[in-house]
Structure formats: C-alpha cells, structure tokens
C-alpha cells in the first residue's frame, strides 16, 4: 500500500506528512505530528474525546481519515491557548475543576470553544445540548457547563468597548 502525502494546515501553520491511506487524522495527529492533546476514548465517535475543528466544523478525529484534511484546516486542543496564554474556557475549567482524570477535557475544551465561537451567550440548555457528543466517566458535568457560562461571560466582557 503506498502513502498518501498530506499538506493541511494545523493550528494555523502548514502542516506536511505521510500515512497509510486508512490511517485516521486523530493517528495522524499523534503519531505523524507528535500533537497527542486528542484522546481516542472510544475508536467510533461516542465519546468526543478526539474532537478536533476541520474547516469551522466539529468532528470526530477517529472518524475522519488523515487524507481527507488534505488542504483543510484543523484546529486541535493544542491550538486553543494563544501565545502561552489559556483561552477562557481552559482558565475556566481549571479554575472551577471540571475536570477529574482529564482524558475527556481536550473534546470538551475543543467543543466549548466552538461554541462559543459561534454563540458568544449561550443558554445552558444550549450548551448541554452542544456538549452532548463529549462524555465524561468522573464529573457530573455541572461544573463543565458551569465553567463554559463563566467563559462565555468573561468573553462577552472582552468584547464589549469600555
């Protein structure tokens, strides 16, 4: 079987690499790219641990094959904190400790972003209902949500002139 060459954009810098024609971008990502934030819980799109952004949309990375990021853009966990600096949902989900084991955090983080990319106020029924495809065996999801509302205003407040 010969390899695919793959020239993608990732996290904002062009990306090149080689893989298997059946190998998953969420492979690809750890193994080809050394960025090891997604997580592959489930290997089949349940759990949302492996989430990453392929041109604006949320997917799954274990469902999508490497050669299909062929000049897309991904954005992954490892691309959400700018210039060293945590993104509110990440402060946030450290602050209120809605994390336990951390497996499942990255799809989180990822998915709260987004949507808080798209909807800068969110209801909470809204945000559960984004968060859906991420599950988490430790939390009770309450402070997950809890913190995603605590970036989503702190965002609103960024965005507002003084």
């Known amino acids: 079987m010969s390899k695919l060459q793959v020239s993608t954009t990732i996290n904002g810098d062009p990306q090149e690499f ?17 960025l090891t934030g997604s997580k592959e819980g489930c290997g089949s799109g349940d759990c949302g641990a492996c989430t990453v952004i392929l ?5 799954c990375s ?7 990021a062929e000049g897309r853009q991904v954005n992954t966990i490892e691309g959400v904190a700018e210039g060293g600096e945590l993104h509110p949902v990440q402060s946030n989900f450290l602050e209120l400790g809605a994390l336990q084991c951390g497996f499942c ?17 969110p209801s909470e029924t809204e945000i ?16 997950i949500v809890r913190a995603v509302q605590d970036a989503a205003a702190e965002l609103r407040q ?5």
């Open 62 to 68: 274990c469902l999508v094959l490497a050669g299909e």
């Open 105 to 121: 955090t990255p799809g989180f983080i990822v998915a709260a972003k987004a949507l808080l990319d798209r909807d800068p106020n």
């Open 18 to 34: 080689l893989c298997d024609p059946d190998t998953t971008l969420l492979d690809a990502l750890r193994e080809e790219l050394g």
């Open 128 to 143: 559960r209902y984004w968060l859906a495809g991420n599950l988490c065996r430790c939390t009770g999801y309450d402070k």
């Open 55 to 59: 041109d604006g949309k949320m997917v």
């Open 158 to 162: 960024e965005r507002t002139p003084a």
